[in-house]
Structures are given as structure tokens and as C-alpha cells.
């Protein structure tokens, strides 16, 4: 049990003892520097409560926290905040037990608890990866890593969109405008030859409208009547009646799409156990809309189209059938929701990692899927989060205006390679050696200055400052990293047996922040955010950076003194690398 969780607990035994009344929650925060203490408790909240005087509630606690537990051996109050002193020996026992853990803050899953199935990366089989999947792709491997960290079992899937009219388009202009090239023959990725299709189809669709507004059509009836737009809409009809031609284009040209994003998601450092492909899945969820208007869950307008009116529930009505039978995209999520869950009888709650433009079409779904009456629906979450915006505007797919992930990742590489020539810190490195090391910097450098900012907000994202070496960056924490490496490689002497010493200030704020690791991996899943990770990341190696610039570690005199900085150095940088491994980066043993 941490410190936190021993207070909480006597803290709420001491308010019950003092003013006969239970308090729910006990709120923490970090002693501020001026004042003696290692943890505040705060006492505002507590008023709510039990009226009277913060100070003297605070004064109150104290004493009885002091008599009642071991480990605090002081206190102050400073106007409602109540500022306790925590023996060193807590600290010390606290790092001797965890000093030879290698999985130090992280749980095993309990054969009895669900799994957590979490959806990311989904992307259209019409164009390559870009920015925008690169955050969403990020975000949704992390949060799977971080929940399994948590203690859960993990599904990481995607449901990839391989069929509608966007395919079509890059089908039809390929066959009009390709002379039969191939990734082989043009030594372009397959997905970034048909990316360049999907673009070729919007141009020359452009020059059709601007022909038929000129011949007297309205703009609206132009991009209607366009002979491009009518064909590809048969192509669509074809797939769908199972045209033998069209369906083997189609095969094609997604092999192609899909070898391609295999090479990304591999420099990405991203993995999936299972996909779904919308070609398979489109069709689903039809049958459900039958049972659900036996029960009432949907009722059916006078022109044959199925709704679910949600108005009580402060939603609108949505449709979920057209006219024509056909369904619409709800219908299919409604049906491969369900049938994920037939899939893995194991999973009892899914994320969906997708944009906030689409917020409310998951809090539609949410709300139809637990009105269906499925238990697992109360534990389905979307992670929702902000647009990718770069110094340049916005990125449009089919104007070819997008930043490609493959370039996005070179540039990196690029950028970092030119930042540390200039440092000049690479001396006794081989060719190979330095390039190994700029690529881990520069996505290192992409993936935290994503993944540091909270899912929810949108981000200007800026490769160059994203590669400093100092400050919040995955440069600065991977140096600190190693830093310690270089410190534990001429640490040429027996540093394996615990040791008891009287602890300097410097590593004892370094030992109070080491024992958060496991509750922020705790509060990262529950959040589905590994923001939260980043964060406190940065926040031990500063804590590191200030302990190694005020105390001696290899030139400490003292031999338990210099044997115990070597074991919390080496314990920070294996709780570094363990942080760095929930977001998906790895660190460098030399910098």
C-alpha cells in the first residue's frame, strides 16, 4: 500500500473518530516547496462536511494522523492545508522492495476479469496513412498498452474501410488513367499508388463539373450528372451485385493498400491481434433492427425506414434503415459491436478511438446498444480526440494535400539527425549506429509531443521544436536515459544488496515521485489517457536531473551512499524505459 492509501484511510478514520462523520474522499496534492512536508492533505473540501475553521480542522487531523500512524513524524498547517513530514525509513523500505521488481508499477490480469477490446487506426483502403492516423493510431496502441499495464486483458483490433464509392473512385481513375502500373513497377508504396488515383479521380472529376457548368448546368447538377461521379457509382453497384471484374480490381488494388500500411504500421511501432474489414461487416446489424422492433426499441415511419427516437433521452431521432432496406453506417456498427462481442465472449468493454467530429454518432450508438439490452454497452467508451493542425492549414485527402505518415516519419529522422550533428555528440558511433539512433529520436520526438497532450485537445504539431533537447520532449527524457546508462556502466563495483541510509532531501523528492508510478498508470487507464503517463515521466527525470546536478553518485565518498545513488539512478531509468514502453518509444542506451 502506498503512502496515499495509508493516509486516505486514517484520515477518514480520524474525522469519524473526531466529528462523528464520514467523509467520501481525501484530497492529495504535493507539498509546496516553501514549507516543510512531503504530502498535503487538503481540508477545504472536507467543510462541506463539518462546518468551522480550516486551520483548526487541519491541527485536529494532525495530531491524531501523528499518534496514529507510524510513518509521519510531523505536520504543519498552513491556512487549509494540512502539510505532513514522512519518516525516511518509509521511503527506504519502499525502494528496498521494489528496487529488484522488473515489472514495478505494472498488474497481471486476474483469470476472472473481462478484457477490454480497443479499436484504433481503422483506416479507408483509398489513400495512405496520414497526420490524423498517425495521432489516432498513437493514442489507441498506447491506451491498449497502458489498460494492459493496469492489470486487463487487451484486444488491439481495427475495422478497415475496404469498400463504398471513395474505393470506387480509385478504382475507376486506375483503370482510366493507370496503364496498368503497379506498385513493382513504379517502386511506389502500394497505398501511396492508389492514394495518387484517389486524387487523379478528384481532378479530373473538377474538370468534368467546370465543363458542364459552362455547357449551362448548375454547379449542383454538374457534380450529379458528371460522367466520372455516374460511373464510379455503377462501379459501386457492380461490387456490390459481386461483378466478377469489379471484385477482382478491387482485390487488387487493396493487396496492394494493405502491404503498404504493414510497412507503416511496422515503422510506427504499431500491432493489431485481430481485424475487421467493412466489406464483411457491412451487411450486419440489419437482422438486429428486426428483433429491435419487436421490442419496441425501433419503430418503423409510413415510408418503410426504420428509426430509434432518442428525444428522451435529450438526443434526436436517428435513422437506422432507409426506405429501401438498405443500411445506413449506424446499422453496421450496431452489428459489429454485437458481433465483436460473439467474436471474444472474454471482452467486456470496448474503446473506440476516433475522432470528436464523430461524438455524437457514438453517443448514439452507445445509447441504441444499451436500449437493445446488452450488459456490455454500460463499458463501451469513446476516445475521442482533437484534429492534428500543422503551421501550414488544413489537410484535404483528395486534393493530395495531406502530410503522408512514411514522410512524416523521414522528416523526423531528418530533423533529428540535423539537431544532433549540430550538438555534436555522436563521436565513436559507425554509420549505422547514428542512424539507429535518429530514427529513435525522431519518432521518439513525434510520439511523445502527440501522445504528452491531452487526447482531447487539438494540437499544432511542429517537428522541429518537438526534437529539443531540453524541456518537456522524448529527446530530453531519452538523454536522461542515457545519462543514467552511461552512470551504470562505470559504476565498476557491487551495487546489488540494499543498503540503509540517512536520506538527502534530493532523493527523497526523487523517491516520493518514483512511488506514484504505479497509481499514474492506474489513473492513465481509467482516463484512457497517456498524457497522464507522459507527463509524470517528465516530471521523475526532472526530479533526476535536479538530484544528479546536487548530490555526488560515482564520486560519493560514502560507499552505502554511493551504491544506493546507484540503484535509485538505475531504478529511474528502468521506470523510464517501462513509461517510454506504454507510449510506445524506445530509449537509446548511448546519446
Not at 460 to 480: A, E, H, M, R
Request: aromatic share 12%.
Amino acid at each position: 500500500m502506498n503512502i496515499q492509501n495509508i493516509i486516505e484511510t486514517k484520515v477518514k478514520e480520524g474525522f469519524l473518530a473526531l466529528y462523528n462523520t464520514e467523509i467520501p474522499t481525501v484530497e492529495f496534492q504535493a507539498t509546496r516547496k516553501e514549507f516543510e512536508g512531503d504530502i498535503t492533505v487538503v481540508v477545504f473540501p472536507m467543510l462541506r462536511y463539518k462546518k468551522g475553521n480550516p486551520v483548526a480542522i487541519g491541527e485536529d487531523l494532525g495530531k491524531y494522523l501523528v499518534e496514529n500512524v507510524t510513518e509521519i513524524t510531523n505536520y504543519n498547517v498552513v491556512k487549509g492545508f494540512l502539510n505532513l513530514v514522512i519518516e525516511d525509513a518509509f521511503y527506504t523500505n519502499f525502494f528496498n522492495g521494489i528496487y529488484a521488481d522488473t515489472i514495478f508499477g505494472l498488474k497481471a490480469p486476474k483469470e476472472e476479469d473481462k478484457a477490454v477490446l480497443v479499436e484504433y487506426s481503422s483506416p479507408n483502403t483509398n489513400k495512405p496513412l496520414h497526420l490524423g492516423h498517425v495521432r489516432n493510431n498513437l493514442l489507441g496502441y498506447s491506451v491498449a498498452e497502458i489498460i494492459k499495464a493496469s492489470g486487463k486483458k487487451v484486444y488491439k483490433t481495427q475495422i478497415i474501410n475496404d469498400r463504398g464509392i471513395h474505393i470506387c473512385k480509385s478504382m475507376l481513375a486506375w483503370e482510366k488513367f493507370g496503364n496498368g502500373e503497379t506498385p513493382e513497377s513504379t517502386g511506389l508504396k502500394g497505398d501511396k499508388l492508389v492514394g495518387n488515383y484517389y486524387v487523379k479521380f478528384d481532378q479530373e472529376y473538377k474538370k468534368e463539373i467546370a465543363q458542364l457548368i459552362s455547357e449551362g448546368k448548375t454547379e449542383d447538377e454538374a457534380k450529379k450528372e458528371a460522367p466520372l461521379l455516374v460511373e464510379a457509382q455503377q462501379m459501386l453497384l457492380k461490387w456490390e451485385a459481386g461483378d466478377e471484374q469489379v471484385v477482382s480490381l478491387w482485390k487488387e488494388m487493396n493487396a496492394w493498400v494493405y502491404a503498404g500500411f504493414d510497412v507503416t504500421y511496422k515503422n510506427l511501432g504499431v500491432d493489431f491481434d485481430n481485424l475487421y474489414y467493412e466489406s464483411n461487416t457491412y451487411l450486419l446489424g440489419k437482422d438486429i433492427i428486426d428483433e429491435g422492433l419487436k421490442t419496441g426499441v425501433f419503430y418503423k415511419k409510413e415510408d418503410g425506414s426504420v428509426w430509434c427516437d432518442l428525444t428522451a433521452d435529450g438526443l434526436d431521432e436517428k435513422l437506422v434503415l432507409r426506405s429501401n432496406g438498405t443500411a445506413v453506417y449506424m446499422t453496421q456498427d450496431i452489428g459489429t459491436a454485437i458481433q465483436r462481442a460473439k467474436d471474444l465472449p472474454d471482452v467486456g468493454g470496448m474503446v473506440y478511438t476516433v475522432g470528436n467530429e464523430q461524438d455524437y454518432h457514438f453517443k448514439v450508438l452507445f445509447l441504441i446498444l444499451k436500449k437493445l439490452g446488452y450488459s456490455w454497452a454500460e463499458s463501451l467508451f469513446h476516445l475521442s480526440y482533437g484534429m492534428v493542425d500543422l503551421p501550414s492549414g488544413k489537410m484535404k485527402s483528395r486534393e493530395g494535400t495531406v502530410v503522408d505518415a512514411d514522410d512524416l516519419m523521414v522528416e523526423m529522422t531528418t530533423t533529428a539527425k540535423e539537431i544532433s550533428e549540430e550538438l555534436g555528440k555522436l563521436d565513436g558511433y559507425s554509420d549505422k549506429e547514428k542512424n539507429e539512433l535518429y530514427k529513435t529520436i525522431g519518432l521518439g520526438a513525434l510520439k511523445y509531443f502527440i501522445l504528452k497532450v491531452d487526447p482531447k485537445k487539438r494540437i499544432l504539431f511542429d517537428p522541429k521544436s518537438s526534437v529539443d533537447f531540453q524541456g518537456n520532449t522524448g529527446p530530453f527524457i531519452q538523454y536522461t536515459y542515457a545519462r543514467i546508462q552511461s552512470i551504470i556502466r562505470k559504476a565498476e563495483f557491487d551495487y546489488s544488496q540494499p543498503v540503509t541510509i540517512e536520506l538527502h532531501e534530493k532523493e527523497k523528492e526523487l523517491l516520493k515521485q518514483l512511488e506514484l508510478y504505479p497509481e499514474t498508470i492506474q489513473q492513465a487507464a481509467a482516463n484512457y489517457s497517456p498524457a497522464i503517463v507522459a507527463n509524470y515521466t517528465y516530471d521523475l527525470v526532472k526530479e533526476f536531473n535536479s538530484f544528479y546536478q546536487n548530490v555526488h553518485i560515482l564520486g560519493e565518498e560514502n560507499q552505502d551512499k554511493k551504491v544506493f545513488r546507484v540503484q535509485l539512478a538505475k531504478k529511474v531509468a528502468d521506470t523510464i524505459k517501462s513509461a517510454f514502453s506504454l507510449l510506445g518509444i524506445e530509449v537509446p542506451e548511448r546519446m
